[in-house]
């Protein structure tokens, strides 16, 4: 079976400090790779998606940067962190062959900008 | 533009009665739609996905939703509440290149 894991689990920065979350997915090949940030008392908005290595697309101008430097592992980055960049951000992963819309969510990472 | 609106923000019932979680959605043709549960803290976790393949959907914990293209409505319910059910709902659509809608959100509370 697949499973996802996101580290860390909580994150308590610096303003001008960098950032670096880790996803990875077991269990399955070539999997589409997605970033979402939930900020509180907002729902979930799309940083960032992947369908392979090297390849990103960004769906929002912001502080952030993601990576995939190797199949089933999906990095978000930042150079300085803003206080607004505080969040709850979620990975998620989907098939590319058979029921390829549907999104299955890691557990998340709890970031505090202070 | 596609959207998803979730009718309720909040919803509380007392535990063992029905619940009711509602949801419409706005594409013409027929989505995939989705229900995901967060609890505090956690990720998203899948209760069910539509695909039409038939109208009434099960899904996990004793949830079901019905699609109703005349109402263009897709709404989330469960027989009897447990405790274990409070958390966040959220009525999600497929969109173009795997990109999803999400609604914004019931937080269910169970009542003791």
């Known amino acids: 079976s697949q499973t996802i894991h996101q580290w860390p689990a909580t994150l308590v920065q610096p303003v001008g400090s960098p950032l670096s979350l880790e996803c990875t997915v077991e269990g399955t090949s070539n999997p589409n790779l997605y970033w979402y940030r939930q900020a509180a008392g907002r729902g979930l908005q799309l940083l960032f998606y992947s369908v392979g290595i090297g390849q990103i697309s960004s769906e929002v101008p912001q502080n952030l940067s993601a990576s995939r430097p190797q199949d089933r592992q999906f990095i978000l980055s930042s150079k300085k962190l803003l206080l607004s960049d505080s969040g709850f951000y979620l990975c998620a992963w989907s098939a590319i062959w058979t029921d390829t819309d549907t999104q299955y969510f890691g557990p998340g990472t709890r970031l505090t900008v202070l | 533009a596609q959207s998803v609106t979730q009718l309720d923000s909040h919803v509380s019932v007392s535990e063992g009665t029905p619940v009711l979680l509602r949801c419409n959605y706005s594409?013409?043709?027929?989505?995939?739609l989705f229900w995901y549960v967060q609890h505090p803290n956690k990720g998203l976790q899948l209760l069910l996905k539509y695909t039409s393949a038939a109208t009434l959907v099960k899904g996990i914990n004793g949830f079901e939703a019905e699609f109703k293209k005349s109402e263009t409505s897709f709404h989330l319910t469960k027989p009897s509440a447990h405790m274990s059910d409070a958390a966040e709902y959220f009525c999600v659509e497929g969109g173009a290149t795997n990109k999803l809608i999400f609604g914004t959100g019931t937080l269910l509370a169970v009542q003791p």
């Open positions: 594409s013409s043709y027929s989505p995939s």
